[in-house]
C-alpha cells in the first residue's frame, strides 16, 4: 500500500466544479503524478489537454453535461454502490460525520460527492479503515463510473433518449468525453495502490460498505458491514 494518501487530496479536483484556479491545480497535480504514479500520467495528461484548450465556460459546461444535465454518470459514490436503497442513506450519514470529525467542508456538493470523499480519504490514518475504503467503495464506484463511459453504453442511452423524444444536449460531448481520462488515471491509482482487490468487491453490484458509527457506545472506526442487520439500518 502506498502510505501517501495525498495524492487523492490532489485528485480531488478534477471531480469539482470547475473555477479559474482549475487549471493552475492541474498543473501542480501533473508534477506530483509523475513523481508518485508515472504510470498514470499519460492518461491524466488526456483529460488536462483537453480542459487547457477550453474556455472557463466550456469547462463548466462539460462538467454540467458530463455529471448533472443528462448526465453521463453520476458522482455520488453511496448512489453509484446502492441506488436508492436504504444503505445509501446510512452511508451518506456516515460520511457526513465524518467530515464533521475533521472539521472538512463539504460545500455545496453532499458528503459523499467523489471529491469529498477523496478529500476525507486523503486523511484517514487507520490502516485497516483505509484499505476498506478504497476497496470496498472507492475502487468499484469509480470502475462502475468509468464503465458509464463506455461507447456501446453510450450509443444506447442516447438511442433511448432519442426513443423518448428528448432533445440531447450536445451530443458531441458524449463521445471523447475528458473525464473518461480523469476517472481512468484515477483508477489506476487505486489499482496500483491496492493492488489484489478480489473481483467481486469490482464489480458494479453487490457492495455492501456501510461506514458507521456506534451512537450509543461511543465512536467506532469505519467499517465494511456485509449484512447490516435491520436494528443497524432503522438506527437500534
Known sequence: MNNNLEIYRQFSAPFRYPGLELIEELSNFKAQLELSHPGALPEFEKYVSHMLVLAPTQ????????????AICHLE?????FGEDYKRGLFLASMK?????RCHDCGLELPDHLSNVLDLFSCLDDEDLVKDMAELALIPAVRSMLSAFDEK???????SLKKKQEAIVQEELNY???YRHALGALL?????????????HRGLTGNNF???????????????????SVEMAQGD
Open 176 to 178: 471523447g468525453n475528458p
Open 153 to 159: 453504453r453510450i450509443r444506447d442511452r442516447i438511442a
Open 77 to 81: 459514490i453511496g448512489y453509484v454502490l
Open 59 to 70: 469547462r463548466e459546461e462539460i462538467f454540467l453535461k458530463t455529471f448533472e444535465v443528462q
Open 97 to 101: 460525520e465524518e467530515h464533521r470529525r
Open 210 to 228: 456501510i461506514p458507521i458509527h456506534d451512537s450509543k457506545d461511543g465512536e467506532l472506526p469505519m467499517c465494511a458491514i456485509a449484512c447490516p
Open 188 to 200: 489506476m491509482v487505486l489499482d496500483h495502490d491496492f493492488p489484489g482487490v478480489p473481483e467481486r
